[in-house]
T-cell receptor, first 114, second 112 residues
Framework: DTAVSQTPKYLVTQMGNDKSIKCEQNLGHDTMYWYKQDSKKFLKIMFS???????INETVPNRFSPKSPDKAHLNLHINSLELGDSAVYFC?????????????FGPGTRLTVT | RKEVEQDPGPFNVPEGATVAFNCTYSNSASQSFFWYRQDCRKEPKLLMSVYSSGNEDGRFTAQLNRASQYISLLIRDSKLSDSATYLC?????????????FGTGTRLTIIP
């Protein structure tokens, strides 16, 4: 059974387009995250939601808008895509916001902007 | 100074050898520490948490030195399947607003 799933797995699109990535977890966790891993493999948190409420919003352009319809889902919408948005985007979840809980990652969405 | 710093490697180590990685962190108030493992083109997965007293899980031993602000990972009797990138992870942030800060990873290749 997949614990954290993301769709799509690959996304190739042109500059200026708008795209969404979906994430779902079936672990019953309260907290979900979006991370970006760039070409240098640096993994950096973008957003964190706890029970559908935004709790972490790192310095991310306004073009990125997360949405959590319920605590099992966290979607990421990106407007006006730029070349620099090309990266692997990982969704993750944890039991709670406390930092000592293990985070479970989805398989990633490889976004390529041309 | 970077929040979490690791030697990126690559470390190319013969099978059966012992290998150790270090990682330094800048925030002395950090409370939780972890090693995650990431295989090529896969997601990161928790390898082990790092406790103040040090902890061992089979062939893996993690140590924390708060005074010097570094964390180490020791792998004994390395296997081919240990080839991966090892990410040092530190919990930064305040209560209720905690976040994991990842190092850039140390790439390990075990050679037959």
């Amino acid at each position: 059974d997949t614990a954290v799933s993301q769709t799509p797995k690959y996304l190739v699109t042109q500059m200026g387009n708008d795209k969404s990535i979906k994430c779902e977890q079936n672990l019953g966790h309260d907290t979900m995250y979006w991370y970006k891993q760039d070409s240098k493999k640096f993994l950096k948190i973008m957003f964190s939601y706890n029970n559908k409420e935004l709790i972490i919003n790192e310095t991310v352009p306004n073009r990125f808008s997360p949405k959590s319809p319920d605590k099992a889902h966290l979607n990421l919408h990106i407007n006006s895509l730029e070349l620099g948005d090309s990266a692997v985007y990982f969704c993750a979840s944890s039991q709670d916001t406390a930092g000592n809980y293990e985070q479970y990652f989805g398989p990633g969405t490889r976004l390529t902007v041309t | 100074r970077k929040e979490v710093e690791q030697d990126p490697g690559p470390f190319n180590v013969p099978e059966g050898a012992t290998v150790a990685f270090n990682c330094t962190y800048s925030n002395s108030a950090s409370q939780s520490f972890f090693w995650y493992r990431q295989d090529c083109r896969k997601e990161p997965k928790l390898l082990m948490s790092v406790y103040s007293s040090g902890n061992e899980d089979g062939r893996f031993t993690a140590q924390l030195n708060r005074a010097s602000q570094y964390i180490s990972l020791l792998i004994r009797d390395s296997k081919l399947s240990d080839s991966a990138t090892y990410l040092c992870v530190v919990n930064n942030g305040n209560f209720g607003n905690e976040k994991l800060t990842f190092g850039t990873g140390t790439r390990l290749t075990i050679i037959p």
